[in-house]
Antibody
């Protein structure tokens, strides 16, 4: 059974940093691209970032480029999202998602349950 | 960037109805489109990829069609568990944009 379990969400002050993690099981992690998608309270889904299966290719939404960094550890079967210079508008539930292929611009087939990040003073 | 426009933003329907949701891309995206279902306070669930291929385990009352810029998701014989919000997303290059969502409510 495919499982994706996010952690690391918290209340953080504007300008602060946070690192999200997503531990996966039930599939060959190193064979698939992974992504982060977020959802602000009462809003729709927003794609954030994606990383290829080997970690050598990444892409970001304009809203987070330069502040967020996606990475992965294929030995630990874990995906990460380092978030710096956080803003109030980054407040959202962050979902970890498995892509269907090794490359990032492929559809998502599995989702984690999400972790809440709140940016507020 | 490719913009994805869903319509309607919400609809009311009854159990047993057939409903259709449309998604329009601002540029040609071939068949690189997925549909997701999200229930309140839950994570999204993948329904369809490549415009018309059902994800494993998704009931056959869900179907997708379209190519190029115009796509649709149809649910036939609407069930109580189908009342949710539905999103399209393209994956024809970055950013992987989502549509704004369509909320399917009980009439």
């Amino acid at each position: 059974e495919v499982q994706l379990l996010e952690s690391g969400g918290d209340l953080v002050q504007p300008g602060g940093s946070l690192r999200l993690s997503c531990a996966v099981s039930g599939f060959s992690f190193s064979s698939y691209a992974m992504s982060w998608v977020r959802q602000a309270p009462g809003k729709g889904l927003e794609w954030v970032s994606v990383i290829s299966s080997g970690g050598d290719s990444t892409s970001y939404a304009d809203s987070v480029r330069g502040r967020f960094t996606i990475s992965r550890d294929n030995y630990k079967n874990t995906l990460y999202l380092q978030m710096n210079s956080l803003r109030a508008e980054d407040t959202a539930v962050y979902y970890c998602a498995k892509q269907r292929e090794t490359f990032g611009d492929s559809g998502t087939d599995y989702w984690g349950q999400g972790t809440l990040v709140t940016v507020s003073s | 960037d490719i913009q994805m426009t869903q319509s309607p933003s919400s609809l009311s329907a009854s159990v047993g109805d057939r409903v259709t949701i449309t998604c329009r891309a601002s540029q040609h995206i071939g068949r690189w489109l997925a549909w997701y279902q999200q229930k309140p306070e839950k994570a999204p669930k993948s329904l369809i990829y490549d415009a018309s291929t059902l994800q494993t385990g998704v009931p056959s009352r869900f179907s997708g069609s379209g190519s190029g810029t115009d796509f649709s998701l149809t649910i036939t014989n609407l069930r109580p568990e189908d009342f949710a919000t539905y999103y399209c997303q393209h994956y024809h290059g970055y950013p992987l944009t989502f549509g704004g969502g369509t909320k399917v409510e009980i009439k």
